[in-house]
C-alpha cells in the first residue's frame, strides 16, 4: 500500500533523459516510479524498473499518479505540461518549454497559479557546484558581479536527426548558459552573438557548430558565453565570477584528482568527462528529489516556466543578431 508521504511518478518520454529520470526516480527516497508513457521504448524502460507501461492519457489522468516529468520531444512540452497540470500532478519539463514564444505564453496563461507547481529541468541549477557559485554571489562573497564568463563545449554534436528538431544551437544548446546567466547576475538588457559552421554535416542542415554571446546584465555585470557543439577533451563546462571582492570559478570534473608527472610532461590528469548524464549526475538526482518536494508543497520551483520563457527570450534574440550582426537591446525577459 502507498504510503501518504511517497510521491508517486510517472515519466512521459523513453529516450535517454527519460531512462535517467527513470532511474533516478528509483533511486530517490520517498518517489515511486509508477508507469512510464510515450516512445517505442516505453515497455521496456518500465519493466527494466518493474513500472507500468501507460497510455499519455492514463499518465495524466490516473489519481494514483502525484507527478510527472516530461521528456518527451520539444514540440509535446508545453501541451504535456497543461495536461499534467489540468490533472492534477506536480510537473518536471524538460527544456525548452516550447521553441515557439507564443506557445510558451498561452502555456504559462494556461497553467495560471498552478505554475507554482511545474519546474524546468535547467539542470545546472541543481548542480552542487554552480549552486554554490550561486549563494556565495548572493552572500556578497565577490561583490557585485562585474564580468561573468560561461564556457559550455560538448564532446560531440548530437545525432542529425536530433539537430534536425531542435531548435538550433542557441535554443538548444545555449539556452542553458542564458538560464545560468539570468541566475547568477539577473535580468539582460543586451545581447550580441555570433556563430560558426565548422562541421559540413551540420552546415548542411543550415546549423551552427559554435558561437559567442556578449551580453549586458540591468546591474552593469558583462557576460561571455562560450560554446561549440564538439571539443576533442570531452565536456567542457566552466564558469568564472569576477567582481571587486575576488573570483569564483567553477572547474571540469574529472574521474579521479590524480596526477602524474614524468619526462613526457609534469601534472597530467584524467581526461574531462565525456557524457552529460556522467557530468551532471548528482544534478539530475536533485532534480527528482525537488520534484519531489515541489508535489509536497515544501519547495516553489527552483526554476520556473517564466525561467523558461525569459531563456528562450534570449535564445530567440541572439539567433537575430548572429543573422543580422546587430545587437538586440531591451528588458530581454
Known sequence: MTRPEEIRIAVIGSGKMGSVHARNITRTPGARLVGVAGGSGADSLASRYGAGHLGIEG?????DIDAVVISSPN?????????????????????????????????????????DRVVVAFNRRFDPSFAAVHHRILAGEIGAVEQLVIISRDPAPPPLEYVQTSGGLFRDMMIHDFDMARHLVGDIV????????????????????????????????????????????GYDQRTEAFGALGTLAVRNPTPTLVTASNRYGTHAGDPFITHYAERYSTAYRREIEHLVAVARGEEKPLATLHDGRAALVLALAAGESAASGGAAFGLLA
Open 190 to 233: 543586451s545581447i550580441q552573438a555570433s556563430s560558426q559552421t565548422t562541421d559540413p554535416d551540420l552546415g548542411a542542415l543550415g546549423h551552427a557548430t559554435g558561437a559567442v554571446a556578449t551580453l549586458t546584465a540591468t546591474s552593469g555585470a558583462l557576460v561571455t558565453i562560450v560554446n561549440s557543439r564538439s571539443n576533442a577533451t
Open 75 to 115: 514540440r509535446f512540452h508545453a501541451d504535456h505540461i497543461v495536461r499534467a497540470v489540468e490533472g492534477g500532478k506536480a510537473v518536471l519539463v524538460e527544456k525548452p518549454v516550447d521553441l515557439d514564444l507564443d506557445r510558451v505564453d498561452q502555456c504559462i496563461n494556461d497553467v495560471g497559479q498552478a505554475s
Open 59 to 63: 499518465a495524466f489522468a490516473r489519481r
